[in-house]
Structure formats: C-alpha cells, structure tokens
C-alpha cells in the first residue's frame, strides 16, 4: 500500500499528466488548493455556460450486478458518505475564457525560439523575452499579412521577429519595427493595428499558464487570480515528473476519464492491480463492484469529493483534476516512464547481438562435438559441450521473447486478457 498524489492538467489537443510521489509510508498533507476565483461576467459566448443550482449529491455507480457492498465498505459508506453536499447557493455561470490554461512544463521550453501551441482553438505562440525575462504567450498571428509568428525567430536585440516581412514586436505585443516603413515617415509601427494580442501568462509549479483572454482589462490578472496551485509539486520531500503527450480528443473527455474509477477494473484489466476482495463477497473475475463517490462540495469552482479508493478528488475547472489518497498496487504502474530513446536503442541492439552470439555459441558447440573424431574428446567434454548448447540456446530463446516483450510495441488487446 502506498500513498501518492496524481495530478492531471489537459488541454484541447494534449495533455499534461503530472505524478508527484512521496515515500511510501508516509502520510500525505491535506491538499491545499490556492484559487482566489474572481467571477467576471461572460465576454465570448461560443462555449457554453453551465450553471449550478443548489443541489445535494451521493453518487453509487453499479459495475458489477453479481456484486454486493461487503461490510468493510459498508461501513466506509456510513461513515463518510451521510453528510450533505456544500454547494453554493446562488446560480452562477462559468466562463471558458475567463481561466488561466496550462500551456507547457517549463522544461519542455526553448528559449532560443517561439513554439507554436493550439489550446482551446486558439492557435498561440510561445516566445522567452529575455529583455523582460519571461515566457510571453502572444496570438500566433502576424497583424501585417497574418503569417504564423511561430515559424519566426528571435532576433539579436531579443525581440519576436516575423519570418514574413520582418516585423518586430516587443513584450507587451506593441510593434517595435517595420522595416519597410520610411526611417522619416510616421511612426505607423505604434499604431494599435500593428500590434499582436498578448496574452497574461505566468509561470506557476514548473509549468507555464496563460489566460484565456488578451483584453486589456485582464492585464493585471495574476495579481488578482492565480493558477490553480500544487502544493506537492513544489514541495522538495516528493519526487514529480511532468508528462507531455498529445492525445486525438480533447481535454474534456481525458478530466471525465480521470473522475471515474469505475472504468479502471475493466479497462485496465491486468496492468492495474484491482484491490482484494473477500472470498465471501461475489464478483466477476475483473472485480467490478458498485462505486460510491460522496460529492462535498459542487459550484462553479469545480468539485471536491471523497471515494472508497482515492480519499479526495478535486476537480477545478476547467482542466485540473487532483487526487489525494492511498491506492493498492503498484504505484510505479502510474509513475513509470520509458528510459531514454538512446539507451532504449542500445540496449535493443545489445541484446539482439547477445541473442545471436548465444544461438552461434550453441550451433557451434554441437558442431565441436559432432565433427571431433572419436577419442579427440572425452566423454566429460562432450558432455560440458553439450550441456552449454542447451543452456545458449534455451538462453538465446529467452532472450528472444524478453525482447519481443519489453521493447517491440503492443497493443493493449482487451479481448485477450
Ligand atoms: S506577415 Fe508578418 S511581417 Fe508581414
């Protein structure tokens, strides 16, 4: 049994799935989510807005009908699920693009040049402003000829080039030169059409967020309202590891999937340990049952809620959802990463080369002992000779299937499991 934290932020067309872990035995602090939600009225209405009504909620999901609540969970269920939910009172409207979004770890970032994203349909590009010393999130969108600002490059006095026609623009999105504009003309470059939506971004837990909106009045922004905060990620006595990976669905349906535990039995059948049940207790061989899921608190702030598997879920709109809690099983099933390209590459030739040394060794020492003239060897040599071939080649076979296993790509075949 061990105790970790997992912590989900997603975005339209990828994610990012953040693990921090603490030592196995050690209890895990409250979670403490800092989020100074400041309602502003909706300005884009292409999304929808969902409202929240005062409501009371104790979710059970049934998996399993051979299945019965064994006492255990019964008593789980009579101590923490007969409180009511906290919700807000008043209806209340979310708006998309008022929220901070995660754009990319920090890691991940080059600041020698601008990195294209699309988060939310919004095509952006992301560029380190080393005359201000920070990640800047600009629209991906040239105001001369709209060419894609992320197919630029920096220039020598550190500003944000279009590969176009040149045009330099500074921190703010403020142009700060034409090259084809007369050296004694107008000023045209300080004119606002010739400036790039900039948006408020911040760098918060390694990773950097934008805000959703360029309008001037979401300038200050941060110093109102911050990004939803981890406090784990940053805290030194865990280990965390940031995970970029694109996906072909949108970051909606990956939040859905990491709030419902019930799918894990079946869906991950045989790569995530189910936890044991009592012999008495009748259940399918995945280990379906039903699922209760007490909701605490529900409004437009998102949710927190309280499970027989994870002690805490909270979700914070749009795109955060944090677990705290003890899970059974391995937790490395979650953490485990691929070791590097390179040494995957090595160690994939390596052991294909040992295999064939392994099978020429065994092919050869039969050889020996076939072509040795009666007499040229004792009957002790044969035997060692022999006994070495087998051992190579049930070796080399090994070998053979550990490869195929560990390094060639498989799907996950549900059918079969
Ligand atoms: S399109 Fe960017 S400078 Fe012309």
Not at 67 to 96: C, H, I, L, M, N
Not at 322 to 336: C, E, F, K, R, T
């Amino acid at each position: 049994m061990g105790t970790l934290t997992a912590t989900s932020l997603s975005l339209s067309s990828s994610h990012l799935n953040l693990i921090t872990r603490r030592p196995f035995g050690r209890k895990i602090k409250n979670p403490i989510l800092h989020y100074p939600f400041s309602y502003q009225q909706p300005t884009n209405l292409h999304l929808p807005s969902y409202q929240f009504k005062k409501a009371k909620f104790e979710l059970s999901t049934a998996i399993s009908s051979t299945d019965t609540v064994p006492a255990a969970d019964q008593s789980f269920k009579d101590a923490s699920f007969g409180q009511e939910t906290e919700t807000s009172e008043k209806d209340e409207k979310f708006d998309w693009y008022a929220q901070w979004y995660p754009v990319m770890p920090v890691c991940d970032l080059d600041k020698r040049r601008p990195l294209g994203k699309k988060v939310m349909g919004i095509d952006i590009v992301v560029w380190w402003d080393r005359n201000e010393n920070d990640w800047k999130v600009f629209d991906d969108t040239c105001p001369h000829r709209l060419a894609p600002l992320s197919e630029g490059r920096i220039d020598q006095w550190g500003r944000l080039q279009c590969v176009y026609h040149g045009w330099c623009f500074g921190g703010s999105g403020d142009c700060k030169f034409i090259p084809q504009a007369p050296r004694d003309g107008p000023p045209i470059h300080t004119s606002s059409k010739a400036c790039v939506a900039a948006y408020p971004s911040c760098v918060q837990n390694g990773i950097l967020w934008f805000w959703l909106n360029a309008d001037s009045q979401y300038k200050d922004i941060f110093s109102k309202e911050k990004p939803p905060y981890i406090p784990e990620i940053d805290d030194p006595s865990f280990t965390s590891q940031m995970i970029t990976r694109d996906i072909q669905y949108g970051y909606e349906v990956l939040i859905e999937n990491l709030m419902d535990p019930s799918h894990v039995p079946y869906a991950h059948y045989g790569i995530m340990r189910a936890p044991q049940r009592s012999k008495s207790v009748k259940v399918d061989r995945e280990g379906g049952r039903p699922l209760e899921i007490r909701v605490k608190t529900l409004d437009k702030k998102g949710f927190t809620a309280k499970s027989s598997t994870i002690s805490d879920n909270i979700f914070i709109p749009p795109c955060v959802f944090y677990s705290s809690g003890s899970l059974g099983g391995n937790p490395d099933n979650i953490s485990a990463s691929p070791a590097g390209t390179t040494e995957c590459n090595l160690a994939y030739k390596g052991l294909n080369v040992l295999e064939i040394v392994l099978q020429v060794f065994s092919l050869a020492s039969i050889g020996i002992v076939a072509a040795a003239k009666q007499g040229a060897l004792s009957a002790a040599a044969r035997s060692t000779l022999v006994s070495v071939a087998i051992i190579s080649f049930l070796v080399s076979k090994w070998l053979s299937h550990f490869v195929y296993k560990n390094f060639h790509f498989h799907d996950y075949d549900h059918a079969s499991r």
